[in-house]
C-alpha cells in the first residue's frame, strides 16, 4: 500500500481548478496500471498523482490485515471494486497460533457495506468470517460476483447458503482449504439457495465442506449454468455422481473429482464400468486441470487418460497410489506444468515425472505419513532424478526423511530457474545421510546458484553458515522459513542485515535471541512481518525493538494470559502498522 | 528451586472395569522448559502399561528444543506442535482415507495400518474462554493424553502461588455417576469427558485407547461437580445394545 508517510491526511482536499484538469488526465492514463508494485511507485510522485491513483485503483491488496485500518483503506482508495485481505501469519495452518488471536473479517465488511456500494469481489486468507459476516456480504453488495475464501474459518454452511440465495450476480464461489464447522443440527442445504436465475456461475470450488451436499440440486445448478468452467466437489461426491456432472457440464476446464470413489451397494447403480467413465472423460476436451481423488479407487484411474495430453495441473496428493499406478497416467501427462502428488510413488515414481514431464514448473510432493520417524518413501535421489528431468522448475515444495547436500546441489545446478525452494527434512536436525554434515552446502548452493530465488524453506542439522550463505548470496529472497536450526544469533543478524529484500520471516525452535533481533530493527518498517516462537527472546530485547519503532506493533503472545507475565518470551509476532495496536487483542496477546 | 509435592496417595482404576488392585500415582516434578516455573504434573502408572511405557513417561520433558548441532540430536520422545509442518485439514483426510480403504489389500495397506495419520479434536475447558486442538495420535496412551491436558490448562488454573491446595493432582470421588477418577486443578476438580462417534459424551478412560482414539470426536475438561447424567460408561452401552 505504499511506504509509510506525512501529510497524507491533507491529499484529500480539492486542489485548484487547474490542476484538476491534469489530475483527470492523470487518472486516465492510471486506468492502465494493472500491477500493485506500479501503483503503489506511481502513489509517490507528487500529490496530484497520488489522489489520482487512489481514485483509480480497483483492486486492494492488503497483505496484513492489521497493517491499516478499514476506515484508513476506504478513506484512500474510494472506488475500489476488489479488496484481497490476508490475516493470520501462516504458521497458524500448524496450530502455532492459539484460536482466538483475531484477524476477523467483522470490521472490514462493516465498514465496506456503506462505503463501496459497487464491490464485485473479495478474497480472503486466514481470516475469521462469521456467517453473520458472509449474511451481511450477501446483502449489501448487488454487483457481487466473485468470494474466494482461503484458509479461513468462523462460518459454516448457513452462511454460504446467504451468500448463494442473495447474490444474485454470483459468478464465483472458491472455498479453498477452510476449515467449515457445523454444529450438527445446523447443517443447511446451501446448494439448494442458488436461485433457478443464477445462472452465471463460472466457478465454484468447495472440496473443503465437509458435509454431503444435495446431488439433485448441485446437478440442476450445474445444468443451468452454461459458464461454468471449475467445478470442484466434495468427497461426498461418488463417482457416479461425478460422471452425471461430467455429462452435464462437457465444457469445464477445471475438475476436482470428489471422492473418485463408487459407494458400494448404492440403490440401483450398478458397478461404473472404467470404459465408460473413460469416454466421459474423453468427451471432456477442454479439461487442462484435475485434482481431487479424495478416496481413489485404482481401477477408476485409467478412465482419466483421455485427457492427460491435454493437462497443465495435476493434483494427486490425497491418492495414495504407487509408483506403478503413477506410472501409465505420467507417461502421457506430457504438457503438465504442475503437479502434486504424495510420497508413495517413491523415487521410482519420481523418476516416472521426471522422463516425462519436461515443462514441470511447480512440483509439491506431500507425506503421507506426517510423522518425525515415518519411514518417507521419497528420498535424495528422488529430487536429483526431478532436478535432471525438469530443467524448467521454478517451485519446489519436498518432504522427505532423508537428503543429501550432494542432491541439492544437483538441483541448484540443473534448475537455475527456481523462484521457491521449500525442502522439508522430517526428522528435526537431521544431517547429511551419506556424510553426516550439517545441511549447510546444499541449501548454500540453491541460493548461489538460483539467482531468482525469492521464497526459501530450510531445514535439517543447520549450522550458522547456512544464514551466512543466505545473507551473502540470496539477494532476491523475499520470504524466508526457518525451523530447528542455527547456533547463535549470528545467524538472525546474517539475515537481517544480509536481505535487503525480505519481507516475511517465520522461525521456529531456534536459537536465536535479543541481539539478533535488534540487529533487525533498521529494516523491520520494511518487512510485512516477523514470526518468531520457542526462541531465545525476552522482553527486554521485545520492548526495545517497540520502542525503538513506533510504527511497529510488537506481539507477545502466550497460550494463556499468564504466560505473558513472565520474562522470557515464547511467541512473538511484529509487523508494520499505520494505525497503531490493534484493538481486539484477546488476554493471551500482549502487545508491547 | 522446588514445588509442593503431592499429599495424599489416590487408588486409581483408569483400566478396563473388573480388572485388578489400582495402582499408586506418584508425583513426578517435571521441569518445564525453564522459561516459566513448573508445573506439577502426575505421572499415571496404569495397570495396562509397558515398562517402556513408564520409563517414556518419567523422563523429563524436551528443554530447549534446538540443539547444538554438534552434539547428535536427541531422538525426540515428544512430536513437536505442528512439525513437520503439514496442515491438519490434509492430515485428517488422509486419516477418513484410511478407514475407508478397508478392501484395499495391496502393499499400500500395510502402510496405512501403520501410518500415525492424523486425529484432531477440540478440546475445551469449563470456564477457559479458548478451544485447543489436539492429535489424539500423538499420544500413546491415557497418561500421555493426561499430562498434555493438564500443561495446557494448569497455567490457566493456577494463579501463581504454590501453597498446599495449589497444582495440580488426581482424587478419586463418588457422584451420581459411580466413582469417577478426576483431576484436582487449584482445589477445583475437574473430569475429562469425550464425545463419541454417537454423539455421547463419555468418561475418558473407560475403553482401550486406539478404541478411544477412532470413535474420540471432541473432548471437554468440565467441572466435576457437573459430571451427572453421562452416558453410561462405553462398555455398558456395548452391553445394553447385545
Excluded at chain 1, 467413465?277 to 477442454?286: F, G, P, R
Excluded at chain 1, 523418476?351 to 514431464?357: I, L, M, N, R
Excluded at chain 1, 517497540?546 to 494470559?561: D, F, K, Q, T, Y
Aim: glycine fraction near 6%; aromatic fraction near 8%.
Amino acid at each position: 500500500m505504499g511506504r509509510v508517510r506525512g501529510g497524507e491526511e491533507r491529499a484529500d482536499q480539492p486542489p485548484p481548478f487547474s490542476d484538476q484538469v491534469l489530475e483527470n488526465v492523470i487518472e486516465n492514463v492510471l486506468e492502465f496500471l494493472e500491477y500493485r508494485r506500479d501503483r503503489n511507485a506511481a502513489s509517490l510522485v507528487c500529490r496530484s498523482w497520488y489522489r489520482a491513483e487512489a481514485q483509480t485503483r480497483r483492486e486492494v491488496f492488503i497483505g496484513n490485515c492489521y497493517a491499516v485500518s478499514p476506515a484508513r483503506a476506504i478513506t484512500r482508495f474510494r472506488a475500489a471494486r476488489a479488496l484481497v485481505l490476508k490475516g493470520r501469519p501462516r504458521f497458524a495452518d500448524f496450530n502455532l497460533v492459539p484460536p482466538g488471536w483475531g484477524a476477523r473479517f467483522s470490521p472490514w465488511v462493516a465498514a465496506m457495506a456503506p462505503a463501496y456500494p459497487w464491490l464485485e469481489r473479495v478474497c480472503l486468507k486466514r481470516m475469521t468470517v462469521s456467517d453473520a459476516d458472509l449474511a451481511l456480504l450477501a446483502r449489501s453488495f448487488p454487483s457481487f460476483r466473485d468470494l474466494t475464501l482461503i484458509c479461513c474459518d468462523g462460518f459454516g454452511t448457513p452462511g454460504l447458503a446467504t451468500i448463494a440465495e442473495l447474490c444474485r450476480n454470483l459468478r464465483v464461489l472458491d472455498l479453498i482449504e477452510n476449515d467449515v464447522e457445523d454444529e450438527d443440527e445446523q447443517v443447511a442445504d446451501w446448494i439448494s439457495k442458488f436461485p433457478e436465475a443464477t445462472a452465471c456461475l463460472e466457478s465454484l470450488s468447495f472440496e473443503c465442506v465437509n458435509c454431503p451436499v444435495n446431488f439433485a440440486a448441485l446437478e440442476a445448478l450445474v445444468v443451468r449454468s452454461r459458464s461454468l468452467r471449475r467445478l470442484r466437489v466434495n468427497q461426498h461426491v461418488s463417482i457416479h455422481q461425478l460422471r452425471r456432472l461430467m455429462e452435464r457440464a462437457p465444457q469445464l476446464t477445471q475438475l476436482g473429482t470428489g471422492s473418485f470413489h463408487s459407494v458400494p451397494g448404492a440403490a440401483g447403480a450398478p458397478d461404473l464400468d472404467v470404459a465408460d467413465l473413460e469416454s466421459t472423460y474423453a468427451a471432456s476436451k477442454s479439461l487442462v486441470c484435475l485434482s481431487g481423488f479424495r478416496m481413489l479407487e485404482h481401477e477408476y484411474l485409467p478412465a482419466i487418460f483421455p485427457v492427460c495430453a491435454n493437462l497443465v495441473s495435476l493434483n494427486l496428493s490425497y491418492a495414495m497410489i504407487t509408483a506403478e499406478q503413477l506410472k501409465p497416467v505420467i507417461f502421457q501427462c506430457h504438457n503438465l506444468h504442475t503437479f502434486w502428488v504424495l510420497d508413495t510413488i517413491g523415487d521410482d515414481g519420481l523418476q516416472a515425472v521426471a522422463k516425462s514431464c519436461k515443462n514441470l514448473s511447480e512440483l509439491r510432493v506431500f507425506p503421507f505419513d506426517a510423522s518425525e520417524d515415518s519411514e518417507g518413501s521419497v528420498s535424495d535421489s528422488g529430487l536429483v532424478a526431478i532436478s535432471e528431468g525438469c530443467p524448467k522448475l521454478r517451485s519446489i515444495l519436498y518432504f522427505c526423511q532423508r537428503m543429501t547436500n550432494a542432491a541439492v546441489m544437483a538441483m541448484s545446478k540443473n534448475c537455475p530457474d527456481l523462484v521457491v525452494f521449500r525442502l522439508c527434512i522430517m526428522g528435526r536436525c537431521r544431517p547429511d545421510q551419506i556424510t553426516g554434515e550439517p545441511m549447510d552446502e546444499g541449501f548454500g548452493a540453491i541460493v548461489m546458484n538460483c539467482k531468482k530465488l525469492t521464497r526459501l524453506a530450510v531445514s535439517g542439522l543447520l549450522t550458522d553458515r547456512v544464514f551466512e550463505y543466505i545473507a551473502n548470496h540470496g539477494k532476491s529472497v523475499r520470504t524466508l522459513s526457518v525451523a530447528f536450526a542455527g547456533n547463535t544469533d549470528l545467524s538472525l543478524k546474517y539475515i537481517l542485515e544480509g536481505c535487503p529484500n525480505l519481507q516475511k520471516l517465520e522461525i521456529r525452535d531456534s536459537p536465536f535471541g535479543d541481539a539478533g533481533l535488534l540487529s533487525g530493527i533498521h529494516h523491520f518498517y520494511n518487512m510485512r512481518f516477523v514470526w518468531m516462537s520457542a526462541c531465545k527472546l525476552s522482553s527486554a530485547g521485545c520492548k526495545e525493538v517497540a520502542r525503538s519503532l513506533p510504527h511497529l506493533v510488537v506481539e507477545v503472545i502466550g497460550e494463556w494470559s499468564q504466560d505473558l507475565d513472565t520474562d522470557a518470551v515464547e511467541k512473538l509476532y511484529l509487523y508494520r502498522s499505520l494505525d497503531g495496536p490493534r484493538e481486539d487483542a484477546p488476554p493471551f496477546v500482549k502487545i508491547l | 528451586m522446588a514445588s509442593g509435592l503431592m499429599l495424599e496417595e489416590t487408588e486409581l482404576r483408569l483400566g478396563l472395569p473388573g480388572g485388578g488392585a489400582g495402582e499408586l500415582a506418584e508425583v513426578a516434578v517435571i521441569r518445564s522448559s525453564g522459561k516459566r516455573g513448573f508445573l506439577e504434573t502426575i505421572d499415571l502408572k496404569l495397570k495396562l502399561q509397558t515398562p517402556a511405557e513408564s520409563k517414556e513417561s518419567e523422563s523429563t520433558e524436551q528443554g530447549n528444543k534446538a540443539t547444538d548441532p554438534h552434539e547428535k540430536p536427541p531422538a525426540p520422545k515428544e512430536q513437536a506442535v505442528g512439525w513437520p509442518p503439514v496442515r491438519s485439514f490434509r492430515k485428517n483426510i488422509l486419516n477418513v482415507q484410511q478407514q475407508s480403504e478397508s478392501k484395499n489389500k495391496e502393499e499400500q495397506s500395510d502402510k496405512a495400518a501403520a501410518a500415525a495419520a492424523a486425529a484432531f479434536v477440540k478440546v475445551s475447558m469449563d470456564g477457559a474462554p479458548y478451544l485447543r486442538k489436539v492429535d489424539l495420535k500423538t499420544y500413546k496412551s491415557y497418561q500421555e493424553l493426561s499430562t498434555a491436558l493438564q500443561k495446557m490448562f494448569s497455567s490457566f488454573a493456577t494463579s501463581g502461588n504454590y501453597g498446599s491446595e495449589q497444582g495440580v493432582s488426581v482424587r478419586d470421588f463418588m457422584n451420581g455417576a459411580g466413582k469417577v477418577t478426576a483431576l484436582v486443578i487449584n482445589g477445583s476438580e475437574y473430569v475429562t469427558t469425550y464425545e463419541d462417534k454417537d454423539g455421547d459424551w463419555m468418561l475418558v478412560g473407560d475403553v482401550p485407547w486406539e478404541m478411544f482414539v477412532d470413535s474420540c470426536k471432541r473432548l471437554r475438561v468440565m467441572k466435576g461437580s457437573e459430571v451427572v447424567g453421562l452416558a453410561p460408561t462405553a462398555m455398558e452401552k456395548r452391553k445394553n445394545r447385545g
